[in-house]
């Protein structure tokens, strides 16, 4: 009754607003997608679009088309990645998002792991904040998700859709206090929140912010944030500086330069989990099944070792 172009032509719809640019995306002519659209209307007996001169909206039974085209299109794709590899043909596609920081260290690592172990599998990267991907992820436009959470958090917006993922612990992740090396702190062992309540403080993305909050909450203090910016290098250099203290996760102290700063573990110790994230279909699929594996041993590898280094040590 209803078949994967059909689902296909929906969806495109949905997301692009209109026959004329649902057909560029699809690479179908506008004609085409006018017929297609009718072919749907006449099988299912109702009217699934309203038109608005160039512009076009769903109806609510086009709604509730769109809406399933995107698990069911997945399905389809998973079972032709399936097939595929069991055909032996050793091919395959991998669509990853990743937050920011560890595109700087976690990603390379596992790019470089795929790409000597299963130099045929196409991998694309798209950065992203763990809210966005896993969005990206429940609207089939993402595979792999690598996605934090601190400890006593969730993932985010995304918490009623949890139960339908799949999740990988990579690591833990521990965040440090980072304070000027001419702070009257730098030489602690340990550090204290509520010693720095007085300090200009810098933030980082609006989910590490939050976390810097709620810190400084059970401290006792709330922080004064002179600086935003959610480029971990870029918080060192204000730091470096002297124009604040910032909260930084290992994964970015492990790979970036920072002699003439501070790093004290905070007491008590705060780390947040590094999680791989996908569906029950998509884990089936062998190449985002290599691409877990991939960044399971990358998170297993020694932080300071490099990619070259750690597919070298392989080969």
């Known amino acids: 009754m209803i078949d994967a172009a059909g689902l296909r032509v929906m ?13 560029n995306a699809l690479g179908f002519t506008q004609p085409a997608i006018s017929q297609m659209v009718r072919r749907l209307e006449q099988r299912t007996g109702t009217v699934l679009v ?3 001169g160039r512009q076009v909206r769903l109806t609510e039974a086009g709604q509730v088309l769109a809406r399933h085209a995107v698990g069911v299109l997945a399905a389809l794709d998973a079972a032709e990645e399936e097939i595929t590899a069991i055909a032996g043909l050793r091919a395959g596609r991998v669509r990853l998002q990743a937050f920011p920081s560890s595109s700087a ?3 390379p690592k596992t790019l470089a792991i795929l790409k000597a172990k299963h130099p045929d599998i196409t991998v694309t990267f798209t ?3 763990p809210p966005e991907s896993l969005a990206a992820l429940r609207n089939g436009d993402c595979d792999v998700a690598v996605a934090f959470a601190y400890e ?3 993932l985010g917006e995304l918490e009623e859709d949890l139960s339908l993922l799949v999740t990988r612990r990579l690591m833990d992740d521990e965040v440090r206090l980072v304070v000027p090396g001419a702070h009257p702190h730098a030489g602690d062992s340990a550090a204290s929140l509520a010693d720095f309540s007085g300090d200009e403080w810098i933030a980082g993305c609006p989910r590490c912010r939050g976390h810097l909050l709620s810190l400084a909450d059970h ?9 935003e910016t959610e480029d971990y290098v870029a918080q060192l250099g204000l730091v470096t500086a002297g124009l604040g203290v910032a909260l930084v996760p290992d994964l970015i102290l492990n790979a970036a330069k920072h002699d003439e700063v501070a790093t004290l573990p905070l007491s008590p ?17 062998p190449a985002v099944a290599a691409a877990l594996d991939a960044l399971c041993e990358a998170a297993g590898a020694d932080p300071r070792t490099s990619a070259a280094e750690l597919v070298g040590a392989k080969a």
Do not use: C, W
């Open 127 to 129: 950065e992203a904040e």
């Open 269 to 285: 110790a705060s780390r947040r989990q590094i999680l791989a994230v996908t569906t029950p279909d998509l884990q089936r699929v």
């Open 105 to 107: 260290t976690l990603v």
């Open 219 to 227: 401290a006792g203090f709330r922080p004064n944030v002179a600086f």
């Open 11 to 23: 969806k495109a719809i949905a997301d692009e607003g209109s026959f004329t640019s649902a057909a």
């Open 50 to 52: 309203e038109r608005y």
């Open 152 to 154: 006593g958090a969730d």
